[in-house]
């Protein structure tokens, strides 16, 4: 089978989870049309997860590809009005993870998200930027599997923390303390820099 790929995507961002409820339940009726309209949506942003967690582009390709297969496969088990956001971040956490067990995050990839690697007008600037990129990426790296992962489903992926609660397994408690203890950790570990190193 050929890989899908579409490029041309809207951001999911500017779909709202109620219009891709009314296309997955186009889907369980045998809806090709609406069926690549989800594929075309969520392609990117689940390469680019699952990217994060098997560490290689094209095996995370595989695994969506594989993740919409199921999809479509197992079109009449979904519940109507369901959100296809959550139905493939969880196929294909599940099969990115019996792939491979989470590895470490791409902070290079939050930190841009989070607008810490701006151009620089001067070379001391280029030198603190890199210096913040690498401490981000270390912050990032020492967190625990699972609050790193919370952390990069919710910046990075811009999932809600019941979303992250259905995808992961975990309580939304449980999802809103690993969140919450995630970002202290990297607060403190970049105090030096958002204090201009007067910490």
Same mark, same amino acid.
């Given at each position: 089978?050929?890989?899908?790929?579409? &490029? @041309?995507? @809207?951001? $999911?961002?500017?779909?709202? @989870?109620? +219009?891709?409820?009314?296309?997955?339940? #186009?889907?369980?009726?045998?809806?090709?049309?609406?069926?690549? #309209?989800?594929?075309?949506?969520?392609?990117?942003?689940?390469?680019?997860?699952?990217?994060?967690? =098997?560490?290689?582009?094209? &095996?995370?390709?595989?695994? =969506? #590809?594989?993740?919409? &297969?199921?999809?479509? *496969? +197992?079109?009449?088990?979904?519940?109507?009005?369901?959100?296809?956001?959550?139905?493939?971040? /969880?196929? !294909?956490?599940?099969?990115?993870?019996? +792939?491979?067990? %989470?590895?470490?995050?791409?902070?290079?990839?939050?930190?841009?998200?989070?607008?810490? #690697?701006?151009?620089? &007008?001067?070379?001391?600037?280029?030198? *603190?930027? *890199?210096?913040?990129?690498?401490?981000? *990426?270390?912050?990032?790296?020492?967190?625990? $599997?699972?609050?790193?992962?919370?952390?990069?489903?919710?910046?990075?992926?811009?999932?809600?923390?019941?979303?992250?609660?259905?995808?992961?397994?975990?309580? $939304?408690? /449980? =999802?809103?303390? %690993?969140?919450?203890?995630?970002? !202290?950790?990297?607060?403190?570990?970049?105090? $030096?820099?958002? /204090?201009?190193?007067?910490?």
């Amino acid at each position: 089978m050929a890989k899908l790929r579409f &490029v @041309d995507a @809207d951001p $999911p961002q500017s779909r709202g @989870d109620r +219009h891709g409820a009314e296309l997955l339940d #186009q889907v369980r009726v045998g809806d090709t049309g609406a069926y690549a #309209q989800l594929v075309r949506i969520w392609w990117r942003p689940l390469v680019l997860y699952v990217a994060r967690i =098997v560490d290689n582009l094209d &095996v995370a390709e595989d695994i =969506v #590809q594989e993740a919409f &297969v199921r999809l479509w *496969e +197992h079109r009449i088990d979904w519940r109507p009005a369901s959100s296809p956001r959550l139905i493939l971040y /969880t196929i !294909a956490r599940n099969l990115a993870l019996n +792939h491979r067990n %989470y590895g470490a995050a791409r902070a290079k990839r939050l930190a841009t998200k989070l607008g810490l #690697q701006r151009s620089p &007008v001067t070379p001391a600037q280029a030198l *603190e930027g *890199e210096e913040l990129r690498r401490a981000l *990426e270390q912050a990032i790296s020492r967190l625990t $599997p699972r609050r790193r992962e919370v952390l990069l489903l919710s910046r990075y992926d811009g999932l809600s923390r019941a979303e992250i609660s259905k995808v992961t397994k975990l309580s $939304p408690q /449980t =999802v809103a303390n %690993y969140l919450v203890t995630a970002l !202290a950790e990297l607060r403190e570990a970049l105090r $030096p820099f958002l /204090t201009g190193g007067n910490a």
